[in-house]
């Protein structure tokens, strides 16, 4: 497999070597979209749409009606049925529900994906978030386990030091991973709660 042209060339020949999932949806061959714990649901029983922009509405709030700022939380709602009439609307609905999955999945997979390690995220952070510098090695880590591991789908590439050899990456063969290629401003934002010791 290579990536060469658009995420939609790129989701066709994920999908035909099998690859199915993606964090929490189910993709069928059929250009349709789904929660993968209603896999086995009847289509009838799932409220349906046939329009891509609808994954925005539908990625936007979780079963309690709480707004999901981070997109790849495992809190996605189900009950739900996309049902798209191309490739290219199917690309751009998981384009709403996990931003730039595809090209960073692809960018992976060619070797090209930049990865920025935690230490030279928070050294780049200026005003308000200065603070974030001085998170010890223990706060990260407490706080990747909780924020990143416990809380959101992707899957750490950066290493907390630029000296550290970024994570491995195992990838199933049914699913096409979620990556996450350098700390994000939900994470930064939590360590200066750390830092600073706010609840
Ligand atoms: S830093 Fe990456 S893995 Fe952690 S919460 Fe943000 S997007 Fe998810």
Redesign the pocket.
Known sequence: MFYVLSSSDFLTQLLAEGKNFIGQIALGNNFSLRHREDANVDASELKLYEYPEAAREIARYDEKGNYRP?K?APSLCRGWLLQLQNIEEMALALEFFYPAALTLYGAWFQKKLEITSLRETLDRQTGMYRVTQKLSDEQATALIQK??QE??L?K?LWPVTADQEAGPLIVRENEIPLL?RE??N??VAAARKVVKQEK
């Open positions: 981070l790849t924020n990143c809380g959101c992707r750490i996450c700390a994000c939900l994470l």
